[in-house]
């Protein structure tokens, strides 16, 4: 038996292997599933249970078994999932309330509070942060090749030079 | 010319750089902020010292689809190998690591398939 507090969530989280390698495909491919539904941030009012039934597995090992396969609980996945799409809507220059309502929360406040607290500025400085950056329409701020970043921030403020000379 | 940088895309940097170092083993080469994200690499303690993996974000619509695409039909997006594959897979599920596949013979190698918790799965296999 597992002697320490830490043992026994391994232990519980190793039986939930079992359940993935036996059921496999089939269980991996329910599990997706139910993790596109949480993703979706137009319809933020899915709850846990229902991606759970998606999953066809009862609440609780849902959330286990989730969380042994994605490294987070499907709350903290459609948390980050939300804050990423807003971050995406603030960079094609939505306003701050539209992009709060438009990924599913319901106050600005908490909104505001959770972006500043996850992406470490508010959502209306994080906003004013890119327009230094090279702008893709309808898209994320970045430079033509992702590769570039290998050289840090100097070598996109060469890129950026050479974008502003053209 | 010559391979020194493999990238895979993970669904986030933070929970990938804890899975690669923490649970996997591997050891940082590199983190800095680059454009709203992070340039983080890694290296395996096994060698080559100098091969890095890139842990890159999965920001651009394709990559995500990419990612859960391969993910849905169960398919690795890369493969790493390993010199005592029933010790590591022992290794990894004793730190909550989820197989897909056990260890499994095919022919001359033995693979087998777990998630990355970052939104992949990988192979590990034996020659």
């Not at chain 2, 709203?36 to 010292?49: C, Y």
């Not at chain 2, 087998?112 to 970052?118: K, L, R, Y």
């Amino acid at each position: 038996m597992p002697s320490s507090v830490i043992g026994m969530v391994r232990f519980m989280r190793s039986s939930y292997n079992d359940q993935i390698t036996r059921g496999n495909r089939r269980a991996l491919l329910r599990l997706c599933r139910a993790r596109e539904l949480l993703a979706d941030v137009r319809s933020p009012d899915v709850s846990i249970e229902a991606a759970a039934r998606e999953a066809s597995l009862s609440s609780f090992h849902f959330i286990r078994t989730f969380a042994a396969v994605f490294g987070e609980t499907p709350h903290q996945f459609r948390t980050r999932e939300r804050l990423t799409a807003a971050q995406r809507l603030l960079a094609c220059g939505h306003s701050v309330t539209d992009v709060c309502l438009e990924v599913g929360f319901h106050s600005l406040g908490s909104f505001s509070t959770l972006f500043a607290r996850k992406i470490g500025l508010s959502p209306a400085r994080y906003q004013r942060s890119l327009r230094c950056s090279v702008f893709v329409p309808d898209w994320t701020p970045h430079p033509p090749s992702c590769l570039l970043w290998m050289g840090g921030t100097e070598a996109i403020a060469v890129f950026e030079k050479t974008l502003r000379r053209q | 010319m010559r391979i020194k940088l493999i990238s895979i895309f993970v669904d986030d940097q933070d929970k990938a750089l804890r899975f690669y170092t923490d649970t996997l083993g591997f050891r940082k080469k590199q983190d800095f902020p680059v454009g709203g994200a992070r340039w983080i690499s890694v290296t395996s303690p096994e060698g080559p010292e100098d091969l890095e993996l890139v842990l890159e974000p999965n920001g651009h619509p394709a990559a995500s689809a990419y990612q859960s695409a391969l993910l849905k039909d169960g398919i690795p997006c890369t493969a790493f190998e390993s010199m005592a594959i029933h010790d590591e897979v022992r290794r990894l599920k004793a730190k909550g690591v989820v197989f897909t596949m056990e260890p499994t013979a095919a022919g001359k190698v033995t693979i087998a398939i777990f998630s990355d918790t970052c939104g992949n799965l990988i192979q590990i296999y034996q020659q």
